[in-house]
């Protein structure tokens, strides 16, 4: 079906202007490096898709950087209309628990009373379509141009992953990349919302930098794990989001201890409190710890975090502790 649709929208843009194509659940994604932004062909390719038999919504996105005149493009920021802040959830290192971060934290913010946006920019592993239980859903637009956030348990969100899938290996790299985020981010009906929290990808390359750049980020969460190499990734983080100017809201401990499900008897397997040490070190707040515990993980990978599934476990509360530290520092 990819094909098929690929031959179609050749008709209508020059083969090295289509960036991705995509077709889940009857919905087609096209993407366009096009600076031009040309509505009316787009608009008849949507048609022309649409008419496949099987198909049921149509998308062609432009993804070209759109640059005002008069402005350098390191100053042009992406504006995200009705997102009052952005929050960054990072780490220097991957597999620490950004995602389960990001998600349950977004959850706890929206359990005190704030409208929450959780974004998913992890090109290299979008995990949150699986996590919020969107996965495989391709993002709707009833005008064929602003796409419908994704509406669970409270909060809007929005990912990567539904254009690319949570296992098709992304060689998207630098302008590409950042080219489709901008647009599931400023081409999307987010409404009123307080706070945006973005999932970042891992690390502090290109991509990191371009975002911090781009998005008027209010601070940033950095996640690490106590081990001695996570910190010093985390530290690295820290130190790249100080070089664009975006202030660090704190650091969070995750997988900071280990609780038996069996018996609860505690076990620092990694060491403990290595981040709040590398916290005062840095001289940003020492945000909270989360533990290691299998039901932080069971309920995120049936799409059911533990925030919305279990929040009156304490777990749920730590998370709500943390959201509530960094409602205070936003305010
Ligand atoms: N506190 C925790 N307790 C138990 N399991 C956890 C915890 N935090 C994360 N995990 C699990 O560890 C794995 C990695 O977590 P997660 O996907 O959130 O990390 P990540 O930093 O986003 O990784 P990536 O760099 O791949 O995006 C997942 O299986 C997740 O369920
Ligand atoms: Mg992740």
Redesign the pocket.
Known sequence: MENQIRKIAEEYFRPEEIDSVSFLNGRAVVTILNSGENEETAALLREKIKSLPGVKKASVIFTAEKKPQGLHPQEEKWQIRGVKKIIAVA?G???????????NLALALSSLGQRVALFDA?I??P?IPT?LGYEGVGPVSYDGKILEPFEYMGIKSMSIGTLVGKDTPLIWRGAKACGAIQQLLTDVNWGETDIMVI?M??GTGDIQITLSQKLNFSGAVI?STPQDIALIDAVKGVNMFRRVDVSILGIVE???YYICPNCGTRADIFGHAGAQAAAQELKVPFLGE?????????T??SGTPIVYSQPESP?SQAYKEIAGKIISELA
């Open positions: 780490s290192k991957g597999g620490v628990g950004k995602s389960t971060t990001s998600v992890d290299y592993g995990s996590m999932d990808p891992p996640v995750n997988m900071s989360i533990p290691l515990h299998i039901d932080i993980r069971s995120s990978d777990y």
